[in-house]
């Protein structure tokens, strides 16, 4: 044999590195083939997947990793290959003498093996059997057993099938919501129990937490599709009524719905834990009627308050004069008059959180103290609150509004931003690569000094807007608060009609804040980096003076050494040569 050329690379194959699982996928394809299954084109691209493989795999299991291989064609081979290894080891064990001009495969050998002795059960191939979860199968290797019996071998432990349990909905699932939606109108009008699918979901929807009408992010399934699973528990029945379908409880049902209610009737909702601290039930009467008795004297205590402030541009609220309201943008809603919007939904569920729907120039949320008898009068709270899901996130990098729109946010005067930032599903389909959504957020925690609160639904959305709505309410409930139609100074707030009409986007800008919306575009410039620069340089005339009287080096790090931030950090220099060739080279001549 001649020896190979030195550095010669040498490459080896085996001819068939998986014939076990092959074989019986061949024979599995022919039978598909014959009895015109629909399962061929399954079978067929499964066998070209492996054929194509160059290494040994152990299991159905790791068939996975092939196109072509669903969970229950890798179950099948799993299933096969444990009959197979089965009665090896009997024939082992036995030691009985067999014919030996059968073939057969060993699954570790990447070659035929014309002497291993043929195994005692035949397992049929099928495509019906591996359509119907593999019921021939089952029945070989209960024979397989039934040798071993009679061969005096050790009986393999036999699986107990799992008993199905009596099905019970979750709490505030959708199956939940229906049955109790139903019970409810069925007690309140007991001659008429069946009720349209619009009707019916109008009832149930403030029983569930998810929403009836908008499907989750990457799937095509609401609340309502637990329907089907309540038919076919027999817990539901539906009737026609003209072109209209109706729903009514079984007596099954009127059981199960009744047996939820007494189950979870101490339960308390998010509504209960946020706002009351306990369930519903556990309220005591005598604290409902201390407050109707002391509402009277507040409300004397107000009307005084009112008088004594009325003249002044001051805007005053004594303790226990205002209510914290969460004002939530029109734009946030597809419409008020859309009963369905999710928006709404989900804030229906909160009927002790004292919210209102108008248009806000800035941000997507934010909270005012308004008087409680004078309600004209409204204090914004130093707290506005932005909301983006991820694929909003992505649009609004890569049009331009993620920079313009912090830009509005710092110059709002309001001196908490919260960015509340929601999953879109597995965030598969975002417009931007998920690490660079990742990082625009951490660079808006740290060099925008934003906080940043992420969610995972719209659902936990609303209740941290709840949460905070508490949080703020036992915050401000025992202070004197002041504000004016004005910028707020120190403590002092700002009125929310002054807030409206100062962060309108079609006011006319001042040349420097032109000046840092354009230094915004720059790579690496951040809204405090541009407060800091035009500090120094009210606009890019001075500015470019400055840089006239400046050698190009002394130019590029002329910005560099400039503070920015509670942490006063420096510009920096990259910021610094960017902003010196963008402006360099204007002549003001």
Known sequence: MNALPQGSR???KQAKPNPLFQGWLEELHKEAVENESNFEPVVKEALTALSKYPLPLQSGTECAILKGFDKKLCAYLDKRLGVHNYNKNLLTNNSSPRSSDTETYDLDSPVRIDSEPRSPVNVPCSSNSYS???TNLRSEQENVAQSSDASGSSKPKATKKKQRGVYKPAFRSGSYAILIGLLEHLKEKPDSPALKKEDLIDIAQKHSEESFTRPKPESFYTAWSNMT??????LVNKRKNGRKIE???TDEGISKAQELLKEYANTPTANDIIFNGASPQRRSPAVELDIEIDRPIIREAVKSSVLEIQNLDAVEMPPGSFDIILLIDKCETSGLSNKHDPTVTQFKKYPDLKHEYRSLKVGDFTWVAQHKVNQDQELVLPYVVERKRMDDLGSSIKDGRFHEQKFRLRK???KNVIYLVENYGSNKHVGLPIQSLLQALQNTRVQDNFKVHETDSLKNSARFLAMMTKRLTIEYKDK????YNREPQGDELMTFSYLN???KKSKPLTVTETFIKLLLQLKGASVEKALAITEVYKTPHTLIEAYENCSQKEGEFLLANLKYGDLNRNVG???????YHLFSNIDLA
């Open 10 to 12: 040498i490459t080896f």
């Open 132 to 134: 119907s979860g593999n």
């Open 229 to 234: 699973r309540l038919a076919t528990k027999g």
């Open 247 to 249: 729903y009514f409880l």
């Open 412 to 414: 709002s005067g309001l």
């Open 480 to 483: 004197y608060l002041k504000g």
């Open 501 to 503: 009409q100062a962060s």
């Open 573 to 579: 220099p990259t910021v610094s040569k960017s902003v």
